[in-house]
Structures are given as C-alpha cells and as structure tokens.
C-alpha cells in the first residue's frame, strides 16, 4: 500500500485559491470562528491523524476484515485504539452545535477532515461517518429530549449511529419496506422487522449504537407516503443518561463482500425493539430528504477519495519502473530502460486520475460551499438559492464523482501492470473498496432519474439555470482574455448546449415517460463532465493569474494549467457521445422484449 500523503497543498488550492473559503466563511454567521488559523490549524492536526493513525490500519482493515460472533462484532486490530483517538482529538465534534457539545464550526471545515480520513482508510471512516447521518437527522428532527439524550452522546463520539433503510426485499424501492412499529402506552414503540446491509450496525468502537430506522405504523397508507422516522438504541439510556437496559435489536450476521472489509455490513433484527419517533407520523422519507444531500455529499467524497490514492499510488510507481524506451529516444541513457512516465499512454492514465481528482475536489468544496450558505445564512432568499443549486449538484456529484473515481482507481492499478493486480500493492484494495459507492446512497441510475427528473425536469430546469448562469457569467466575464479563450470557448458552446439537450429530452418525455430513463444516466455523465470543464476553466484562471504575478510554486500552478488543457482537450470528448446516445431515445432500449433477452441460449 503507498503511504498516504494528506493533499493539503490542493486542498488550500480549491478553497482558499479557487473558492475563496475565507471570505465565504467570513459572511457566515457560523463561521466567525473559521478563521485562516483555525482552519490551518485543523487542516494540520487532521492531515497528521489521518496519516499516522489510521492509514497504517487500512492494509489491516482489509486483510483481517471484521469478525461476527453471537456476542457481537470485532473489527480489525487497531481500529479501536484509532476510534478511541479521533474522540479525544475532538473530531466527531467539530461541524456540530455548541449546545449539544459540538464546536459549532462549519458543515465544509467538517467535509476537509473528511475528505482526509477517507482517503486515509475509507472503511475505517464509515463509523464515524454514518454517525454524522444520524447526528444530522437528530439536529434536524429530533425533540429537545431526545437532543439531549442522544445527540449529546453522538457529537462526543462515545455512541455511534446507523441509518438502517434496506430490506431484503427493498433497496431502492423504500416503498416497500415492512419493518412494523407499534404504539406503546408510554409513547414509545415496539419496532420488529429485518435491516440488511447496514453499515457499522454492530462493532466494539464504542459502547452503544444508536440506529435511525425507517418502519411502518399500522394505521400507514401503503408506499412511500406511510414512512415513519425510529430512534432505536442498542442500549436505552440509563436515568443518569448513561447506558441502561439492553434494547431488543441485535446482529444476525455480516457480509462478506468484495472490498471495505474493515467495515461491518450487518443484518439487523428488531425483535420488538423500543423506539422512539423523530417528525411526524408517516413523514419519514420527508425528514430524510432534508440530509440527504449531505449524505449522498459524503459519499462522492468516496469517489474523489479512491482517485486521490490511485494518483498517489501510480504517480510514484510510474516514476520508478523502468520498461522499454521512449519512441522519440532515450530519456534516462544512464538505466537500462526508461520510467515508464515517458510512454504517452501512461501519461494519459496519470492525467485522466490526476484530472478527476482535482476536478472532482472542486466540485465537492463548491458544493460543500452551498451548504454551509443553505444552513447558516440568515438571507433566506440566499439559502432557498444555495438548495436550488445543492439540489442539482449532489445527484451529480454523487454519481459522477463515484463513476469516475472508480475509473482512476482502475487506471491506478492498471499504472502498476501486472503488479497492481497482486494484493502487496494496495492498488486492487483500492478497486475493490470503491466498486460500492456506485451502489450505495442510490445507485447511479437512481441518482441519474433524481437529476433528470425531479431536479431538472420537474423545476422546468431552474435547477439547471442556477449552475448554467454561474458559467455563463463566468465566460462573459472571461471572454477576451487571451489565455483563457481555449477554455471560455468551448465551456460557452457546452453551456448552451447543455439547455438545449435539456430542452429536447423534455419535449421527448411528454410524448413517452420512459424517454427520461432512458437518457438519465448519459444526461447525468455529460453535467458532470460540463460541471468539471467549468472547474478546470476556473482552475486554469488561477494559475494563470499567479504565474502573471510570478509565483514562487511556478511548478504547481503550471501544473493545473497543463491538467486543465488535457481534459479540455482528452476527457472532454467524452460529452459528444452521450450527447449522441442520450437523444437517441428510448427505442433502442425498449424494443427488445424481456422474455426474448437470452433468445439462443
Ligand atoms: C456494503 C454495503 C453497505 C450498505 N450500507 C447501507 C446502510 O448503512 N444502510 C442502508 O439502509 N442500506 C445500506 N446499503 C444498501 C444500499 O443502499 C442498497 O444496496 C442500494 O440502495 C440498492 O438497493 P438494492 O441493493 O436493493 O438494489 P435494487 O434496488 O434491487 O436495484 C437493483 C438494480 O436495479 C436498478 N434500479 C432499481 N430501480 C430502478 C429504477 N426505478 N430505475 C432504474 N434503475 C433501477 C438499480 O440501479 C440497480 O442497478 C448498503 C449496501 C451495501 C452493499
């Protein structure tokens, strides 16, 4: 496994360069304690935890993977100690509210540390990170009662949470879910039912686990509308608020699965668990929706997570292997052969990883950006804004960024030859772990009919336009600059394009409803690679102005400049064919008819 490096080089770039967090968080109520100092300061301590403390243990992670016994789950050596660590350094903490004993700094500061200890070990980073889910449905929902007795505990880190949707019959499909819960005489509920696949359910990081549940009231209408929101604890709080009685929810077993084998994917029983309800009866998607974006947020950091350590891994690997000559020549006469960094096709391997994961950073901090405006800003014009666009990006940075992080971190081990396939390396791991962010938090199907359909269609494209006016100012503003016209010409004829697509898939679907199905995922590819061409425009600016004014890190900025006119000119392409594919219509998707698929079989 290459040793981890935190990038805090280019994550300053991205925030402070790109995104000017700094004056970002200068205008947010919340974000007065964000200051350059504070920020440097967290950035540090976080780069160094994550490297010394729980990169060591992601080889661990997978080798050992977790164990389930009748008396509970035991995850892989180390972890515990490196859990008990990030509680004393105050992590679990850090984006939540003072008075439940959070640090009350903001959402995107919190998204920074994340992003690091995901790529530092991502199973390992699933424990902490499904309790932010359930911290945040309790923030959002939760009464003050049940603020106090759980929300208190997660924002220590002393408990964990889980968010257990899945059934074995239904994934993507809530509607049908059956976990039942029954009204108690003292106001709670006996919940019974059958999680599956939920993430760190059970494990021996902390002493007790606080499940948010989705279930079923008896007097529910069938479907998604008759959805009610459960706090379920393994332990119910003692009358002290410490641990108290026992809860009847327990694991029945874990998968064994193809990577993040550090991380626990249990089968969760209800045996009558006592429950509590958070929102309103039968409201329950609703009250999950409100994080939602967040969340799906969490998980295109997966994406760009896996990309970062594919470039690490192969940076250093292409620089060191020596195979064959360059066309033109000798590069290094001095060794037997040259590094393989000479060949055009391992530059092309490097580039395409280095260019998602630095685009993809953008558009994370971008969107991470909107989310701090649409919580904390006190405009509500501004905040109702910042959840238009919010809205549009995260089924695109979900999707998009797990695809394409999932294609560098096959590039990553395809760098290394023969020898990325062989387990010593850790470009395989790398693989194996990121396969499952195309799957979780919704499928890229799922994320693509989100975005076409209720993001984009459904708002009759405002949702597009709030992205699309952003772009277009900024090549109106940047139309006759010389170095940049490479960049603002294409992105311009992209940008206007992009409405006109929208446009004819939306006349197309009035005729036929599967038309937009049919498009979505090509529609959803071709906004991602549009959303990134913006970024690199940006990005390319950057460095231009600092190399005007001569920057001493000449190296680093001409670098950017070199990555942006490679995806303009290698990864861009990408946009003509599923143009072509998406207006190709529905037909050649649906003529074939499921009985005659294996016809010759
Ligand atoms: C390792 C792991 C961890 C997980 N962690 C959690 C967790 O912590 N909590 C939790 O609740 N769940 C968790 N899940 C479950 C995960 O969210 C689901 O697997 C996922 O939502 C897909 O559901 P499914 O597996 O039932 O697939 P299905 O819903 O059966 O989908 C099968 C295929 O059909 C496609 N499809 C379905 N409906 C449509 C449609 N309308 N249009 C187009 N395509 C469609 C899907 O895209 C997919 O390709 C986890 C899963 C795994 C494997």
Redesign the pocket.
Known sequence: MPEFKAPLRDIRFVRDELLDYPAHYRSLPAGGEATPDVVDAILEEGARFCEEVIAPLNRVGDLEGCSWSESGVKTPSGFKEAYRRYVEGGWPSLAHAVEHGGQGLPESLGVAVTEMVGEANWAWGMYPG?AQGAMNTLSAHGTEEQKAAYLTRLVSGEWTG?????EPH????LGLLRTRAEPQADGSYRVSGT???????EHDLAENIVHIVLARLPDAPPGTKGISLFIVPKFLPGADGGLGERNRVSCGSI?H?MG?HG?A?CVMNFDGATGFLIGPPHKGLNCMFTFMNTARLGTALQGLAHAEVAFQGAIRYARERLQMRALSGPKAPELPADPIIVHPDVRRMLLTIKAFAEGNRALLYFSAKQVDIARYSQDAAERAAADLLLGFLTPIAKAFMTETGFEAASLGLQVYGGHGYIREWGMEQNLRDSR?AM????????QA?DLLGRKVLMTQGESLKAFTRIVHRFCTAHAEEEGLKAFVEPLARLNREWGEITLKIGVQAMQDREEV?AAAVDYLMYSGYACLAYFWADMARVAQERLAVGSGEAAFYRAKLQTARFYFARILPRTRGHVEAMLAGAGPLMELAAEDFDLGY
């Open positions: 499904l889980t968010m257990c949707l899945t239904c994934g993507t499909d999680k599956i696949f939920i993430s760190a359910g998968e699965k993040i991380n994917t499952i799957l979780y938090e919704g499928t890229t199907g799922v009919l199905g």
